[in-house]
């Protein structure tokens, strides 16, 4: 199985399990720790966790992504609302073996609620990383970091 398959699956698990439909911002009280490839985001205002554990995902995302702050929340959000739909699609209907083991699970992320600028942040950056590493297009924009 694919290194990438592992992160896709904690991070969606988490998104799946650890989301609340509240609309307020989780940046207020949110933490990010990064040991080596695993980036953890918590809020326990919201009972919030999300996970992502890849290998080399950490180092790109210092080393390559843009700085935050260099997006504006409505970019970052713009970019993951079409990208994990066709996610999902892939995920609900695979076209092939390759789309089995990288989408192996849908992702719970939804219009119109406020996830905050951390978890918009690092969930753009994981499609852009799985969409350069893995060289597949989600659809609508190409992957810039």
């Not at 953890?40 to 996970?51: A, F, G, H, S, W």
């Not at 690092?122 to 924009?141: E, H, P």
Request: proline share 5%; charged share 20%; with cysteine.
């Amino acid at each position: 199985m694919k290194n990438g398959v592992l992160l896709v699956i904690f991070l969606f698990m988490a998104l799946l399990f650890g989301c609340d439909s509240s609309t307020k911002p989780i940046s207020d009280n949110s933490s990010v720790k990064a040991l080596n490839d695993t980036v953890r985001i918590v809020n326990k205002e919201l009972d919030y966790e999300v996970t992502i554990i890849d290998p080399g995902f950490n180092s790109w995302l210092q080393s390559t992504a843009r700085p935050r702050g260099f997006y504006t929340q409505a970019h970052l959000e713009s970019r993951n609302i079409p990208w994990i739909i066709e996610w999902n699609n892939r995920a609900r209907s695979p076209k092939n073996s390759r789309d089995r083991d990288l989408f192996q699970m849908e992702v719970n992320y939804q219009n119109g609620i406020n996830y905050g600028y951390e978890v918009n942040y690092l969930i753009y950056n994981y499609l852009v990383y799985f969409q350069i590493k893995n060289n597949i297009r989600l659809g609508g924009f190409t992957p810039r970091p």
